[in-house]
């Protein structure tokens, strides 16, 4: 629906906003970024990062291509053990193209919400999925005289509603080209805005899986993205690592100068973490 169709201003303080009710975030996200080229901004927990729970590795399953935009680089070292991809610490370094930008819960941490938009804005892209702290949250409050007590992450710099979201987004909105979708989140705990525009954007390579527990695996996310020196790094010591196991035999031999034809030889060894699966990848002769 175009901008006009979504708000209705009835009255100087009233305003009628037509809002989807969503059950369950991490699936509606999934769905939206299902078989999709996918920019997740602010994609590190670090550092309470678990892998079990992540939203980006979590995602990862259902795009056809993800990338990360995080201001913090450590989080994104860790990030990239466990879902290849392109990160980026800043959204001016951004040179792909997408069907979504989706920023979920990031606009409340920001000191400056809107200079935050026109960067993601500045992204090419079909769709920009922005979410929020609904102000229901305010309910948790409580207070006694002379004091007001708050449940509220302690870097959150503002609660939004569906009609202060889609405010703060306007700028960025075509009311004549755009749609927009608004939805609310777990009964009224997130509120969300959707802008598509007509944008089509250049298709790219599907990612690479990643498995954080195999090297070979993680250096070949890493030589895909032209990063071959660091993925001749993991490799190099992942093969250390093994030797010093103890094996009775070798288990990683170099085949070649690129990647792709380094293998891991012999039979399978749980002492130096080598599997029959991953051996059956590998393509270089011993």
Not at 38 to 45: E, F, W
Not at 88 to 107: C, F, H, N, T, W
Not at 195 to 206: L, Q, T
Request: with cysteine; glycine share 6%.
């Amino acid at each position: 629906m175009r901008l006009s169709e979504v708000v209705q201003t009835t009255g100087f303080l009233d305003h009628a906003v037509k809002v989807a009710e969503v059950p369950d975030r991490r699936a509606f996200f999934a769905d939206r970024c299902r078989g999709r080229q996918v920019l997740h901004v602010g994609c590190a927990d670090v550092p309470v990062f678990d892998p079990d729970t992540n939203l980006h590795v979590h995602l990862a399953r259902f795009a056809e291509h993800l990338d990360g935009l995080d201001t913090s680089v450590e989080g994104l070292q860790v990030l990239e053990k466990h879902v290849a991809g392109d990160y980026y610490d800043a959204a001016s370094l951004v040179r792909g193209e997408y069907d979504v930008v989706l920023a979920p819960e990031v606009i409340e941490h920001v000191p400056d919400a809107h200079a935050f938009l026109r960067e993601i804005f500045s992204i090419k892209a079909t769709t920009y999925l922005v979410t929020a702290p609904h102000l229901a949250w305010f309910r948790e409050m409580r207070s006694e005289p002379g004091v007001f007590h708050e449940r509220v992450h302690p870097d959150h710099k503002a609660w939004y509603s569906p009609y202060t979201l889609l405010a703060a987004l306007r700028p960025f909105i075509d009311p004549e080209r755009d749609d927009v979708e608004v939805f609310v989140f777990h009964g009224g705990a997130s509120v969300g805005v959707a802008v598509h525009k007509p944008f089509e954007p250049a298709r790219r390579a599907p990612n690479v899986a990643v498995d954080a527990d195999d090297p070979l695996s993680v250096a070949a996310a890493l030589d895909a993205r032209g990063e071959t020196g660091r993925a001749l790094t993991v490799l190099a010591g992942a093969r250390e690592g093994a030797t010093s196991a103890g094996c009775s035999r070798p288990t990683w031999r170099s085949c070649c100068a690129s990647v792709s034809t380094w293998r891991r030889c012999g039979r399978a060894s749980t002492g130096c973490g080598v599997t029959t699966a991953t051996a059956a990848r590998c393509s270089c002769a011993p």
